[in-house]
Nanobody, 114 residues
Framework: VQFVESGGGLVQPGGSLRLSCTASGFTFSRYDMSWYHQAPGKERELVARITSDGSSTVYATSVKGRFTISRDNVANKVYLQMNSLKPEDTAVYYC????????WGQGTQVTVSS
């Protein structure tokens, strides 16, 4: 199982970023996918999750209405569209799935600062 995340960077408050994660090594369309983030000195926490067929999503309260998770089961990709970004969204963002154990990508840094 491997993930390659991209799309992070430095953005001003109120700005937008779109994270992408390309998955390989497993049957992508069979598994729920998640985005987590981890801020300095804090525990890694769930940001959003999408079911295997994309029909249902779950969001952390802090990002609801601002972030959107989506997936492309043909391209083996999952996305996180992040709008109205706030400084408290600054973190490393990880793509993840659970297949007998949780697997993680290498993460992509998102920094929201003026």
């Amino acid at each position: 199982v491997q993930f390659v995340e991209s799309g992070g960077g430095l953005v001003q408050p109120g700005g937008s970023l779109r994270l992408s994660c390309t998955a390989s090594g497993f049957t992508f369309s069979r598994y729920d996918m998640s985005w987590y983030h981890q801020a300095p000195g804090k525990e890694r926490e769930l940001v959003a999750r999408i079911t295997s067929d994309g029909s249902s999503t779950v969001y952390a309260t802090s990002v609801k209405g601002r972030f959107t998770i989506s997936r492309d089961n043909v391209a083996n990709k999952v996305y996180l569209q992040m709008n109205s970004l706030k400084p408290e969204d600054t973190a490393v963002y990880y793509c993840s799935t659970y297949i007998f154990r949780r697997f993680w990508g290498q993460g992509t840094q998102v920094t929201v600062s003026s």
